[in-house]
């Protein structure tokens, strides 16, 4: 199953931010929405990603003088990214080599979507689900 099917239909509204947003107004967003990261974009170009790692990483680094840094300075780029057509086994595979947690979803150069391992896992797991369900009613026919 490929990523687009994830989110095809999906009303996900994906909250960003540009490289010139302060550190301390791209942490209220993630605190407002309850994210943990937001794609950055520069007009419809994807050029980073900052998340609470990111946050955490130039806080004990800088102290707190960073929260007035643009996001620019402290974001995680170029972003890892995955093709709308990537299966889902391979976007996992990538986060888990990446150690990352969230993954822009790109068609061509445009950004699509924006999924996390949560999404891609819960995703995983219905089908686990959905098999094993098949395999019982198999079995007791």
């Given at each position: ?8 239909g ?29 794609p ?9 990603v ?74 995983r ?5 959905e098999e ?10």
């Amino acid at each position: 199953m490929t990523i687009a099917y994830i989110i095809e239909g999906r009303e996900q509204q994906i909250i960003t931010c540009s490289p010139e947003h302060r550190v301390h107004d791209a942490a209220r967003l993630l605190a407002e929405n309850r994210i943990g990261c937001l794609p950055v974009l520069e007009g419809d170009t994807v050029v980073g990603v900052f998340s609470e790692r990111d946050l955490l990483y130039c806080i004990a680094r800088e102290g707190g003088t960073v929260l007035e840094k643009p996001v620019g300075a402290v974001m995680t780029a170029p972003a890892i990214t995955i093709a709308a057509t990537s299966d889902v086994l391979a976007a996992l595979s990538l986060m888990t080599r990446r150690r990352i947690r969230h993954l822009p979803v790109m068609q061509g150069e445009t950004m699509a979507g924006f999924v996390s391992i949560g999404d891609l896992v819960k995703f995983r797991m219905d089908r686990i689900e959905e098999e094993a369900q098949a395999m019982r009613a198999y079995i007791s026919q």
